[in-house]
């Protein structure tokens, strides 16, 4: 199997060093980011923070605990008893039901800050207070300083103070929208802060064992402290708190089982009275009186489900961390950017939600500003990337040279770098068609059969030769099975085999054509793994029966012509012995047969050397040169030419050689040597190995050859001015090149007039 090199130490590409660009960038904005998300979740304030809570509570409202109850001063209370102000005396009544009834205790949102014109009734109502013993009354904060002064208290008259068994705040806190969400349970002056009216009214369920909720951190502005903020945990507006006028209480009109260890908030709900509020529930039922939302606390209370805003330091670690966790999905799954963006949001609303449920709020406005902001930073820097991308892939493909003229392009317009992309890509694509077309066009009426293959061996496209040599359309088709149908030896044989298996061979097909198969793996410009396969068949039909004549004329040149000649000249050899005849006649004949004996010899050694029979097998070129040697030593010595050779160790190289037709070629070059070379003289052969080749130097003392000579010397048939006196019939050096050629070897000549010759040999040394 071929295994194709991997580039080691590759160069990143544009696409990686965008990427690499743009998680840096990423980390600069997560840095950005995750700090202005943490200073983003320390602001309550924020609008959508206060729409998310309001929308986020009324799915989980909170029931109506059975002990509270509203005792209401509503319209019908005054048609009964008259326009308000109402006497202190029936406050004082109204207790002293209350009391009978055996309450467990009674919350007054009425302010007695100012004394009665009968300071009697002052006195009537406070006796009344201290014979209940569970009256809470409130305060009032001043509304402006005095000048240099904090602000103050204002509290119920002094016999009332005295005889009520806690005075408390009902004040309550808008937020920027004007809507009332939150209350302190502890405000007042730093020296002497009060609690919340409805958490004195709750203590009376606990035996004062409760334990203040919200932060005990303090907020002083203007010497006024506040602590231990909740939020409101409003019931459903569609529930409502149990509540009778106040008019029928006082009456008797209901029954003391109804008011027993009850909780009762006494406070006004008709229209124009009282302090009224803008609370969350007031789209659907418009402002909530005070008394209610009074209600409201201590319904939170008795349940232990008061709403507190969980502290700076997780809201800011819980907010950051689903950012962080979105900021780090992205970077590595930005397919389902929008998903994940949209499930980290779900997730963050679920934790508020569920967090809220508890009895804590957390506001996820921070971490969804934080996550939308990433996902469209996100969206902007990958467009960016994109678009630099294939800006980058554009210019580099419209700067590759271009196989043909192209058509005229759209001019790209100013200003707008999306428009002018597009227009780019679709001149780049319309080019890709072109050259598609071109690549098909030019596959198509190549003269040789030729298919393309998926690298699993799907055949993806096939010219018309292959169409008609497969007699088949093939697309789709599998490459290999076609290949064995047709002929191709040994697939199958020893399990599936795979195309990078195949190799550069002949064979013949079931129709008894000769192919020659060849194949070639199609590399991505960046090279790497094989992303398909070129095949190509070629019929070498003609050529093999073209072989196979030229094989029977050479037997008909090497048996059956030269046998005549053959039998001429022992017919010769015969008559010379019996010395009868005309021996001037027998010399002439003899000397032209032997020519035509060496023509025909010259002839049939060329057309070996021009064969495809070469037998290529490991070879030392010093035995060859020697076997050469001892064939041209009787020719030597006929012309008294001493035959030398330098033969050392480095002229012992190995190489891939036909043995027969190499000593061939190189006899004939020590043939010519001693032909062209003068009595007396010598011919040297020198062997030597550099670099990968064996180079072998034959050198004559000669007449030499002319330069104008040189570049025509190997070819076939022609004779030189420098060769006449000697025969010969132009084919030896021919033969010599075509020999050297096939062994992929190097033929040179250096010769000079009257200085002699020297042939260079040149073959590649076989590697062990």
């Known amino acids: 199997m071929k295994h194709w090199p991997r580039k080691e130490g590759r160069e990143p590409t544009q696409a990686q060093r965008l990427f690499r660009r743009m998680v840096r960038e990423w980390l600069w904005v997560s840095l950005i980011l995750l700090p202005l998300t943490a200073l983003l979740s320390l602001n309550h304030g924020l609008t959508l923070s206060n729409l998310l809570y309001d929308n986020l509570r009324r799915l989980s409202p909170l029931p109506v605990d059975p002990r509270i109850l509203i005792v209401t001063i509503d319209d019908y209370s005054l048609q009964q008893l008259g326009q308000w102000p109402w006497s202190r005396t029936l406050h004082a009544d109204l207790l002293d039901r209350l009391s009978d009834a055996k309450a467990k205790g009674v919350l007054f949102d009425v302010i007695f800050s100012e004394p009665d014109k009968l300071p009697d009734n002052d006195l009537r109502l406070a006796h009344a207070a201290c014979r209940a013993g569970n009256v809470f009354v409130p305060l009032l904060r001043e509304g402006v300083a005095r000048y240099g002064q904090p602000l103050g208290e204002i509290e119920p008259v002094a016999p009332l103070s005295r005889c009520a068994k806690g005075i408390g705040h009902i004040n309550a806190e808008a937020d920027a929208d004007g809507i009332v969400r939150s209350v302190y349970l502890r405000e007042g002056p730093e020296r002497n802060p009060r609690s919340q009216l409805a958490w004195l009214l709750y203590e009376t369920t606990t035996d004062g064992l409760a334990t203040l909720p919200g932060s005990p951190l303090s907020l002083t502005v203007q010497g006024w402290q506040r602590t231990n903020g909740i939020r409101i945990p409003f019931i459903s507006a569609n529930a409502g708190f149990p509540s009778v006028p106040y008019v029928s209480v006082l009456r008797g009109e209901v029954p003391p089982e109804l008011l027993r260890d009850r909780l009762i908030l006494i406070g006004s709900t008709a229209p124009g009275l009282g302090d009224r509020y803008v609370t969350p529930q007031s ?126 392009r759209t001019s790209s317009p100013a200003g707008d770098v999306l428009q002018g992309q597009i227009v780019a890509l679709e001149q780049a694509m319309s080019r890709t068609r072109d050259t598609r077309r071109f690549i098909a066009d030019g596959l198509e009426y190549l003269p040789v059969a030729t298919l393309i293959s998926d690298p699993g061996g799907r055949i993806l496209l096939a010219n018309r030769n292959a169409r008609g040599l497969f007699a088949s359309d093939l697309v789709g088709e599998d490459l290999l099975q076609r290949l064995s149908e047709i002929g191709y030896p040994g697939l199958f044989e020893q399990g599936s085999p795979a195309l990078s298996t195949l190799e550069t061979s002949e064979f013949r097909d079931t129709q008894g054509r000769s192919l020659r198969l060849d194949l070639a793996p199609l590399l991505p410009a960046e090279g790497g793994t094989a992303i398909g396969w070129l095949l190509s068949l070629t019929d070498l039909s003609l050529e093999r029966d073209a072989e196979e004549q030229r094989a029977v004329l050479l037997r008909f040149l090497s048996h059956d012509l030269r046998a005549p000649h053959s039998a001429i000249l022992a ?198």
């Open 283 to 408: 789209a659907s039922i418009g402002t909530t009186p005070g008394i209610e939302i009074q209600a409201n606390i201590l319904n939170g209370l008795l349940q232990q489900r008061s709403i507190v805003v969980l502290a700076d330091g997780w809201a800011v670690g819980l907010s950051t961390a689903i950012v962080a966790l979105l900021l780090a999905l992205l970077l590595f799954r930005p397919r389902r950017a929008l998903w994940l963006t949209l499930v980290c949001m779900v997730m963050a609303l679920l934790a508020s939600a569920l967090l809220l449920r508890a009895g804590w709020w957390w506001s996820p406005t921070a971490s969804l500003l934080g996550m939308l902001l990433g996902y469209l930073i996100w969206n902007w820097r990958r467009l960016s990337a994109v678009l630099a991308y294939f800006g980058w892939e554009l210019a580099r493909l419209d700067s590759e040279p271009k196989v043909f003229p192209e058509r005229r």
């Open 571 to 768: 017919l010769l050899d015969v008559q010379h012995y019996q010395g009868t005849g005309d021996t001037q006649l027998l010399n002439q004949i003899e000397l032209q047969v032997r020519k035509a004996l060496g023509l025909t010899e010259a002839f049939v050694q060329l057309a070996k050397a021009e064969s495809e029979a070469y037998q290529f097998e490991p070879s030392m070129f010093a035995m060859l040169v020697l076997d050469a040697f001892d064939q041209a030593m009787s020719i030597a010595q006929l012309k008294q030419i001493e035959l030398l050779h330098d033969l050392d160790e480095e002229a012992e190289g190995m190489v891939l050689a036909d043995q027969s037709l190499l000593t061939r070629a190189l006899f004939n070059l020590l043939e010519n040597a001693i032909k062209y070379s003068p009595a007396g003289s010598h011919v040297s052969v020198r062997v030597s190995c550099a670099q990968g080749w064996l180079t072998c130097e034959i050198t004559d003392q000669g007449k030499g050859i002319a330069a104008e000579e040189l570049p025509e010397l190997f070819s076939q048939y022609r004779r030189f001015a420098s060769s006449q006196g000697s025969e010969g019939l132009g084919l030896g050096l021919s033969m010599v090149k075509a020999v050297v050629d096939r062994h992929g070897g190097r033929i040179f000549c250096e010769s000079a007039i009257g200085q002699g010759t020297t042939f260079s040999v040149q073959l590649p040394l076989l590697e062990e």
